[in-house]
């Protein structure tokens, strides 16, 4: 079946409609840029023809992009020369959309072409904006629900089918700059106040229609095919426009401190293609377009951030043959920080909660904080009265457990000690239906070890939330030894429901993403020991895309509770616990009553109202600056190291079950260096013989928690790959 329609009507507009067969929302493949392009020229061929429009025959979207397979299609079938596949196929996508936007005038005196408008029902990303920006007028339906823009840069690539060029041309490089270094998606309404579009309108299509049979030559030349245009802010060297492009030079090195390649390639296309005319422009962002997708980054965050996240996200992990889970009414045990937050994102996703804690006082405190959420949402016009209240009625905060009889999912949300947390249980089944499903949300206990105080191990699991909930994307899901598929395919529909990206986790001490977190915070902290500087520390880190560095996110998390983790572990572990420096440092901290940024001081120094002021000082009585500081990649392979090191250990032991999670896992929990698709890509990219040699280096220097895991071992010797070795279907690593 054809993916793009084309249709004649008795007033003379041709209707171009997009409706992919077997897809909810259209996504741009080259079969379909050729039906597009068949369209457009048998209609431009038709004297009976007046205009065009192009819509979709999707309910309330246009499309959500490009099959981004394809562009690792375009690379493979080019063989010994795929950039020069790139830059052919993407100079091909140009050439359709300029044929659009020419519409078949005469190049000199701008007639004799036909009007093309965009009719879009509702929300267009991607090229699904792009199309439309190569169009003469964008009609969009008032639909509050959808959203508009250019979403590619948060996927490691920028707009390359002439996204990048028009609309730096339309709005001015500051104007479009929140769209292309942001990927800022807008509703309908601003997406018109910003220039993005033209209309917004009840009925799109009709109104449409109407406008091409109304235009004028004048209303299809776009701006910069006119003569005397001059682009809106100014170009480069343009007073205000150099401003602004130093401005922008300064604002993309300050948010990605050097760390991702797109945003950089991006502003150099709009620099670049702002000197020159408009084709040359096109071929100027082609080119960049094509640095970018030959860069392993881009491949590797297309991989994690959409193709491997959306499988996750659709259950790719999720146990067959296991019927529909989804939660009807969930309990949640502790209204604390975490269970209040848990409490809010299930009640937004419709579900009706029951909140339990020790007393009235506080499971009403813990039911405030999603009033307080919804009151800040209503401040910014984003919740209404009515919205505001159906959110808390759906949640009964109570201390009485017979509340929570009818549950069909329990999450428990208690202090983090083994006792409390086997006496909730106990008492908990004792009230709630045979089949409901037992949760621990958990950061480090063993769920096998908390299974134990249940009746039903089989349905006793671990749902581990990071804070604050309502904002973290990712939810860790460990299995015990005793889990059964039906409390799997539970925790994965809830979290479906609360619309955050899952992964599955076999049991061990720490799971997946403390395992590998703990690690890097420590190295940070050795280094402090050995006399390394702490703005050298977290700037290295920054610079590798960290959010934050392993010296701040101390601060951040609290020194106790890492004081806390270390003599839990210790008490675990036995004899078998290695002695840190870290632990010392943190200890020390500990008995100062520097505890982090909730008790205005720890690493740093902070003012009244708890903003940083700086780096203490006084570290360097205890711990003197070295004399002479280490290389900055030094510090940032020990800070790598660290991390993936322990992520190929998890794998190795089964902790990890399939590479995907522990790449999507990395980057949505801590941040790990977004640009190099996870610790296992970082890797792959990197390549496994060089990463052992490395490892060799650093346990020869540092000591061995940097040794060469053997399966990294067997790979290098191989010059494997780990997505060459470990297929998405695969498993373990066994």
Known sequence: MAEFTLTKDADGVATITWDVPGKSMNVMSFDGLAELEACIDDALADDAIKGIVITSGKEGSFAGGMDLNLLAKMKDDAGDDPARGVFDGIMQMHALLRK??????????KKGGKPIAAALPGTAAGIGLELPLATH???????????????????????????TTRLARKLGA???SPFLLEGKMVEPAKAKSAGLIDEVVTDPLAAAKEWVLNAKDADIVKPWDAKGYKMPGGAPYHPAGFMTFVGANAMVNGKTKGAFPAPKALLSAVYEGALVDFDTALKIEARWFTHVLMNPSSGAMIR????????????AVRPKDIPDQRVKKLGVLGAGMMGAGIALVSAQAGMEVVLIDRDQAAADKGKSYTEAYLDKGMKRGKVTAEKKEAMLSRITATPDLDHLKGCDLIIEAVFEDPKVKAEMTQRVEAIIPEDCIFASNTSTLPITDLAKASKRPEQFIGIHFFSPVEKMLLVEIIKGKETGDRA????????????????????????????CIIPYINEGLRMITEGVAMPLIDHAAEQLGFPVGPVQLNDETSIDLG???????KAAMGDAYPDSPADDLIFWLEELGRLGRKSKAGFFDYDEKGKRTGYWTGMAEKYPLADVQPDLIEVQERLMFSQVLEAVRALEEGVLMDIREGDVGAILAWGFAPWSGGPLSWLDIIGTPYAAERCDQLAAKYGERFACPPLLREMADKGQTFYGRFSPEKQTAA
């Not at 659009?100 to 005196?109: F, N, P, V």
């Not at 491997?308 to 659709?314: D, Y």
């Not at 004081?563 to 572990?569: G, H, V």
Request: net charge positive.
């Open 100 to 109: 659009i936007e020419l519409a078949g005038m005469d190049r000199k005196t």
């Open 137 to 163: 007028r964008i009609f969009v339906a008032d639909n509050p629900k959808a959203r508009i823009g250019l979403p590619e840069i948060l996927i490691g690539i920028f707009p390359g089918a002439g996204g």
């Open 174 to 176: 500051m104007a479009a």
């Open 304 to 315: 994690s951030l959409f193709l491997n996240k959306e499988a996750l996200e659709k259950g």
């Open 488 to 515: 799997v395919a539970k925790a994965l529909d809830y979290v479906r429901q609360i619309r955050k990206t899952p992964i599955v986790v076999n049991d061990a001490r720490f799971f997946y993403c403390n395992r």
């Open 563 to 569: 004081a806390k983790i270390a003599r839990a572990t």
